[in-house]
């Protein structure tokens, strides 16, 4: 009986100090960020050209808005031309050898926030389905897709909130392949069009908010039943991993694929990698995991959330991955990881885009 009464005082401690960790957490966050002016703009998008050891902040010359909003996550992409951002009344772009914080900015004809890499040029869209795109070497963005909508209804019936408002689906992502095929994830399906848009197919029901990458020929897409692949220009679609959880992010890397997904049962997001193009895979990263002491918080109701991993890239010969509390960094394929030492700012979780040798590093504000 003696131990009973000296374990529990020690248990109600332990709680008590984790419970004003946590409380020190929160106020932390409500502390308000300061908007500066353009000339002193900062902490909104990092450059490393180092593998990530050492970072530059090349905020300067984007919108002030942005130093309290953050970036839209579907607001910015990389690819080997560097950065693209769309923010305020415009499109900005970095270039990858930029040496100085340069940002060339494009006037935006609309009201469109989203902007996805396209074969021939950038895609913009909003979430009514609204499509205009910039041909590369040019400076008009032409609408694109305008009968998207109207064929997306037809083909899928399903009674959901923009369809009761609106007779609309609600257009998620866009992605074209090298070979030219578009899908578009809208709702809860995902359409194909091989004609440039005058024609679209259902080819998949179950969409949530997939996200589609291509290496080889092969496709795979994030999805609310976990990864799925297809080997047929997306005309047919199987489940290569499924943890009972929804896939969180696919992404290509070199010989093959990575991915993570949630597994409902653990309640957490485990990594995975596969060299055989996406046929069977591996699970990596087991010490990204969080801690039992972050899982235990969690489940007595003392965190909301734990440290989860949330992001995966490879740049060069290292794959990087982000968690909530920061980047973590491998060079053996995920078998050992190194954390490394970030800017100082606020945030909830970061983005990660890499172009080349170039990785960058936008803070989450939680919009």
């Not at 960094?329 to 700012?345: A, E, I, N, V, Y």
Request: glycine residues 12%; hydrophobic residues 35%.
């Amino acid at each position: 009986m003696k131990k009973v009464f000296v374990f529990t005082p020690a248990i109600l401690l332990v709680l008590f100090l984790l419970n004003s960790f946590v409380l020190k957490e929160k106020e932390a966050r409500k502390k308000p960020i300061k908007e500066g002016k353009s000339s002193g703009i900062g902490n909104i998008i990092f450059k490393s050209t180092d593998g990530g050891q050492t970072w530059q902040d090349i905020s300067k010359g984007l919108p002030e808005n942005l130093q309290r909003e953050g970036v839209r996550r579907d607001g910015f992409f990389a690819n080997d031309r560097g950065l693209y951002l769309r923010a305020g009344n415009g499109v900005y772009h970095s270039e990858p050898n930029s040496t100085t914080s340069f940002w060339t900015k494009e006037i935006f004809p609309g009201k469109q926030a989203n902007i996805a890499p396209g074969k021939n040029g950038i895609f913009a869209y909003n979430f009514r389905g609204q499509f205009l795109q910039k041909v590369n070497g040019t400076s008009n963005w032409s609408p694109v897709y305008k009968n998207f909508q109207e064929q997306a209804v037809r083909l899928n019936g399903t009674i959901d909130w923009m369809y009761t408002h609106y007779k609309e689906k609600f257009v998620r992502t866009i992605f074209e392949t090298a070979g030219g095929t578009v899908f578009i994830v809208s709702s809860n399906s995902l359409f194909r069009s091989t004609n440039n848009g005058e024609t679209w197919k259902q080819v998949h029901v179950g969409g949530w908010g997939m996200k589609l990458v291509e290496s080889n020929g092969v496709l795979l897409a994030a999805s609310k039943e976990g990864i799925l692949r297809s080997t047929d220009d997306g005309q047919n679609w199987d489940l290569v991993i499924n943890e009972g959880g929804v896939g969180i992010a696919v992404e290509r890397i070199d010989g093959g694929f990575a991915a993570i997904v949630n597994n409902i049962v653990t309640q957490t997001n485990s990594l995975h990698i596969s060299m055989d193009n996406g046929k069977t895979w591996k699970a990596i990263g087991e010490d990204l995991q969080p801690s039992w002491s972050s899982l235990f918080m969690k489940k007595i109701g003392l965190l909301q959330s734990s440290p989860e991993i949330s992001s995966i890239k490879q740049m060069g010969k290292y794959l990087l991955c982000g968690r909530s509390d920061g980047i973590f960094r491998s060079s053996d394929m995920g078998k050992t990881w190194q954390q490394l030492l970030l800017p100082t700012t606020e945030n909830y979780g970061f983005n990660l885009s890499v172009s080349g040798n170039v990785i960058y590093l936008i803070p989450n504000k939680g919009c």
